[in-house]
């Protein structure tokens, strides 16, 4: 048998509308705090006639009150029971009928719009009896589950705009729309996220094999940088004052070579766990979202959740920067059987072993191009995005972009992706003039002054160009460049090495590649490309 629920609504004094205190009963047999119904009875003294509160009998004579010992009994525990046991906690839904302490409702009306815990619950299917009330988990989220505009059950769900609806919007505004339950649309997008959440698994295992390897390679790197040092300090020991000079640049160059090295290989391996995370994150918030049994409920979280974290565009490969060692020791043990004339010309092939020298061909720039796209958030109200956000042309016209922050007031946008180590990158304009930069992620977006420019600041670096020539300007300081723009067909190449500070820009033509300015400088931030365009006529395209 079920045990009796006792409410604290039972035991409230009608005067003081808290809990009986000190309870009395009066002769009709209703129950006051003894203090209440004193004060009430000492205010009709002067009229000799003494009445109950709550139903209005009259006595003649001032009746005498005695205490009700079992109900301060059944008060004194309601008291002290545990708030955790009888009242809603922070999580749970409260029901919307209990006076003074709420309960926790057990189930939530779809059409009263209310929810009750058990009690209030019995008496809300024995006054709606035969009447065709939908009930459903409690839930604090009935009004978002409601059409506002007809008061319906959302229970559609309308494919065309992707938006729940109810069976009215179906035969009104989202007539002729693809549309389906809600509980269909939920089971089938439960499925593509089991599809998609299983990818994310697949690439958090290939993620932690590729860190391990990763790890191991670093190590061993190091390993066989401090071999290749303790070899040349044993053998350029041995030598006279001249190799003595020598072995001290070739142990600065390895010794340079593995800090860069290294440094670029963590980075990657930053790069790498906090991708993991990322996915590890995502995989758990799918997980929390498909536990949601309410198809509304859960198809409108689903709406805003970002389904598959891209990964980051970072150097391809970090494993190609932990070069070997071994050609180096094999010449440094050369150096010791050879005489002092024949070490100069092996100094140079050691020093060209370790260095990473700056692309010569167009194929060798294009191993370190990656995917660009523009970020719409940064986009100027007067820029056009197109082509997957690949493209972006002026217009006189105002775009319909949300506020944002990051917004330039300037005619500019930056791409999503930053440049961490070397990259390269090619871009098709036209029109009468375009910029193209690079920029850190701080630079300021909004005001009229000079400040939001490219090139116009210490945080960007700007190619200016039109149809007659070509200007770098940084920090405010503007640079007219001899090299000129090609007649027929705009394209400029520009690669960035972040760690060694050079920023080179070049004209394509076909697979040759011309300088037209360079800089070398210390980059403190991760570089951003970006564009300013001009308003009528003016495109910039990433190949």
């Given at each position: 048998?079920?045990?009796?629920?006792?409410?604290?609504?039972?035991f409230?004094?009608?005067?003081?509308?808290?809990?009986?205190k000190?309870?009395v009963?009066?002769?009709?047999?209703?129950s006051?705090?003894?203090?209440?119904?004193?004060?009430?009875?000492?205010?009709?003294?002067?009229?000799g006639?003494?009445?109950?509160?709550?139903c209005?009998?009259?006595?003649?004579?001032?009746p005498?009150?005695?205490?009700?010992?079992?109900?301060?009994?059944?008060v004194e525990?309601?008291?002290?029971?545990?708030?955790?046991?009888c009242?809603a906690?922070?999580?749970d839904?409260?029901?919307?009928?209990?006076?003074?302490?709420?309960?926790a409702?057990v189930k939530?009306?779809?059409?009263?719009?209310?929810?009750?815990c058990?009690?209030?619950?019995?008496q809300?299917e024995g006054?709606f009896?035969?009447?065709?009330?939908?009930?459903?988990?409690?839930?604090?989220?009935?009004?978002?589950?409601?059409?506002?505009?007809?008061?319906?059950?959302?229970e559609?769900?309308c494919?065309?705009?992707?938006k729940c609806?109810c069976?009215?919007?179906?035969?009104d505004?989202?007539?002729?729309?693809?549309?389906?339950?809600?509980?269909?649309?939920r089971?089938?997008?439960?499925k593509?996220m089991k599809?998609?959440?299983?990818?994310?698994?697949?690439?958090?295992?290939?993620?932690?094999k590729?860190?391990?390897?990763?790890?191991?390679?670093v190590?061993?790197?190091?390993?066989s940088a401090?071999t290749?040092?303790e070899?040349t300090?044993?053998?350029?020991?041995?030598?006279?004052?001249?190799?003595?000079?020598?072995?001290?640049?070739?142990?600065?160059?390895?010794?340079d070579?593995?800090k860069?090295?290294v440094?670029?290989a963590?980075e990657?391996?930053?790069?790498?766990?906090?991708?993991?995370n990322?996915l590890?994150?995502t995989?758990?918030?799918?997980e929390q979202l498909?536990e949601?049994?309410?198809?509304?409920?859960?198809?409108?979280?689903f709406?805003?959740?970002?389904?598959?974290?891209?990964?980051?565009?970072?150097?391809?490969n970090?494993?190609?920067?932990l070069?070997?060692?071994?050609?180096?020791r094999?010449?440094?043990?050369?150096?010791?059987?050879k005489?002092?004339?024949?070490?100069?010309?092996?100094?140079?092939?050691?020093s060209?072993?370790?260095?990473?020298?700056i692309?010569?061909?167009r194929?060798d720039?294009?191993?370190?191009?990656?995917?660009?796209t523009?970020?719409?958030?940064?986009?100027?109200?007067?820029?056009?995005?197109?082509?997957?956000?690949?493209?972006?042309?002026?217009s006189?016209e105002e775009?319909?972009y949300?506020?944002?922050?990051?917004?330039?007031?300037?005619?500019?946008?930056?791409c999503?992706?930053s440049?961490?180590g070397?990259?390269?990158?090619?871009?098709?304009?036209?029109g009468?003039?375009?910029?193209?930069?690079?920029s850190y992620?701080?630079?300021?977006?909004?005001?009229?002054?000079g400040?939001?420019?490219?090139?116009?600041n210490?945080?960007s670096?700007?190619?200016?160009?039109s149809?007659?020539?070509?200007?770098?300007?940084?920090n405010?300081?503007?640079?007219?460049?001899?090299?000129?723009?090609h007649?027929l067909r705009?394209?400029?190449?520009?690669?960035?090495?972040?760690?060694a500070?050079?920023?080179?820009?070049?004209?394509?033509?076909g697979?040759?590649m011309i300088?037209?300015?360079?800089?070398?400088?210390t980059?403190?931030?991760?570089?951003?490309p970006?564009?300013?365009?001009d308003?009528?006529?003016?495109?910039v395209k990433l190949?």
């Amino acid at each position: 048998m079920a045990e009796a629920r006792i409410s604290q609504d039972e035991f409230i004094c009608p005067v003081c509308l808290d809990l009986l205190k000190d309870p009395v009963a009066v002769p009709c047999g209703h129950s006051y705090c003894k203090s209440c119904i004193t004060d009430c009875w000492d205010q009709e003294e002067e009229k000799g006639v003494y009445s109950c509160p709550q139903c209005r009998q009259t006595f003649s004579a001032r009746p005498s009150l005695a205490k009700n010992a079992i109900l301060a009994e059944v008060v004194e525990k309601l008291k002290t029971k545990s708030p955790a046991d009888c009242y809603a906690g922070s999580g749970d839904v409260r029901c919307e009928v209990c006076t003074g302490g709420k309960y926790a409702a057990v189930k939530s009306c779809l059409v009263c719009l209310s929810s009750y815990c058990e009690s209030h619950l019995e008496q809300h299917e024995g006054l709606f009896k035969g009447k065709r009330h939908r009930l459903t988990e409690a839930t604090g989220r009935l009004q978002e589950m409601i059409c506002h505009d007809h008061d319906k059950l959302l229970e559609v769900f309308c494919r065309t705009e992707e938006k729940c609806i109810c069976l009215l919007c179906v035969m009104d505004e989202h007539k002729n729309h693809d549309t389906v339950s809600a509980a269909a649309q939920r089971t089938e997008t439960q499925k593509q996220m089991k599809e998609t959440q299983s990818k994310i698994q697949e690439r958090i295992q290939q993620g932690e094999k590729d860190l391990h390897q990763l790890r191991e390679a670093v190590e061993s790197h190091k390993c066989s940088a401090q071999t290749a040092v303790e070899d040349t300090e044993r053998i350029f020991t041995e030598l006279i004052r001249y190799v003595e000079r020598s072995r001290s640049e070739v142990t600065q160059q390895i010794r340079d070579q593995e800090k860069s090295a290294v440094s670029r290989a963590e980075e990657g391996l930053e790069r790498m766990k906090q991708e993991i995370n990322d996915l590890r994150r995502t995989d758990k918030e799918m997980e929390q979202l498909s536990e949601i049994q309410d198809p509304v409920h859960f198809l409108q979280n689903f709406q805003t959740f970002s389904a598959s974290p891209k990964s980051t565009n970072v150097d391809d490969n970090p494993l190609r920067f932990l070069k070997s060692f071994d050609g180096m020791r094999e010449s440094i043990r050369q150096l010791g059987q050879k005489l002092q004339d024949f070490c100069k010309e092996e100094l140079k092939k050691i020093s060209a072993s370790v260095t990473d020298p700056i692309p010569k061909t167009r194929t060798d720039f294009l191993q370190y191009s990656h995917p660009l796209t523009l970020d719409p958030n940064t986009a100027n109200k007067h820029l056009h995005l197109s082509n997957g956000n690949r493209a972006v042309n002026g217009s006189l016209e105002e775009r319909t972009y949300p506020d944002h922050p990051e917004r330039f007031d300037e005619l500019q946008v930056l791409c999503r992706e930053s440049v961490c180590g070397r990259g390269y990158w090619e871009i098709e304009w036209r029109g009468d003039y375009v910029s193209i930069a690079v920029s850190y992620r701080s630079i300021v977006r909004k005001g009229p002054g000079g400040e939001c420019y490219f090139g116009a600041n210490d945080k960007s670096w700007s190619l200016e160009c039109s149809n007659y020539k070509y200007a770098f300007r940084h920090n405010d300081i503007e640079t007219e460049l001899p090299a000129k723009p090609h007649n027929l067909r705009h394209r400029v190449g520009v690669f960035v090495d972040h760690s060694a500070g050079t920023l080179i820009f070049y004209n394509i033509h076909g697979d040759t590649m011309i300088p037209i300015h360079s800089v070398q400088t210390t980059f403190t931030e991760p570089l951003y490309p970006g564009f300013w365009v001009d308003l009528v006529g003016t495109s910039v395209k990433l190949c």
